[in-house]
């Protein structure tokens, strides 16, 4: 299939998972350029995507450098570094990725306005996985009421490769039922309204379960 085609497909799929979960908010299709040429990328962002996202900061530089229509949004959706938040920090609509708080600290230090984070999260506490478990997210958040570049958007995860569908469906659960609590606690700083869960294998659940946000790769360049 063309990537055209492809997106098209991804995009029917969110649609008929929320009218199965009978949702009426919005689901952004991020689409995860990261295993991608520049001619890809430009393929998906002339079908009319906008959201695009890589997970390092060449790639971002790489891609950014090539791809300058102004609607574009870019998303950071790896692990960073604390040395590389300047490079990339103030190129981005959004970070993915926030897990520590000697990143939040460097990210205050570097940002010019304040930014959009998720904190990322180990659902399923999988020792190979960066991100807070479950129970640190409230304390995390709650240690950034003075940061004043910080914006908590929302919570994100990736569910384990080799989860079934009842598993994925927990796991989703457990995220949305902790961005509840976040959203009810009131902070200025983390209105904390958005979901950033679902890859190319399991958006469809996600969405189900809730997800604002799904960050897809190969589905959109098989
Ligand atoms: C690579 C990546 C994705 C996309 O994965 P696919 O399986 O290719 O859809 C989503 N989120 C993160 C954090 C990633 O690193």
């Not at 790896?78 to 990725?97: D, E, F, M, P, T």
């Not at 569908?165 to 959203?183: G, M, P, V, Y």
Request: charged fraction near 25%; proline fraction near 3%.
């Amino acid at each position: 299939m063309t990537i055209a085609e492809n997106v098209q497909q991804v995009q029917q799929t969110i649609a008929a998972a929320r009218i199965e979960a009978g949702r009426t908010d919005p689901v952004t299709l991020v689409a995860v350029t990261k295993y991608h040429t520049i001619e890809e990328a430009q393929a998906v962002a002339a079908t009319g995507l906008t959201n695009l996202a890589e997970n390092r900061p060449e790639g971002l530089a790489e891609k950014q450098a090539a791809l300058t229509a102004t609607d574009l949004k870019w998303h950071f959706i790896g692990s960073l570094q604390k040395r590389k938040v300047k490079q990339v920090i103030n190129k981005i609509a959004y970070l993915h990725s926030l897990d520590r708080l000697s990143l939040a600290a460097e990210i205050e230090k570097r940002a010019e306005q304040p930014i959009n984070c998720f904190v990322e999260v180990n659902v399923s506490g999988e020792a190979s996985k960066s991100g807070l478990k479950l129970a640190e997210v409230e304390p995390f958040i709650r240690s950034l009421v003075d940061f004043t570049k910080i914006r908590i958007v929302g919570l994100m995860t990736m569910a384990p490769i080799d989860a079934d569908d009842h598993a994925l469906h927990e796991l989703f659960k457990q995220l949305r039922l902790k961005r509840d609590t976040i959203a009810q606690l009131g902070l200025t700083y983390a209105p904390c309204r958005e979901l950033s869960m679902g890859m190319s294998r399991d958006y469809r659940i996600a969405v189900l379960e809730g997800a604002t946000f799904v960050r897809v790769g190969t589905a959109l360049f098989q």
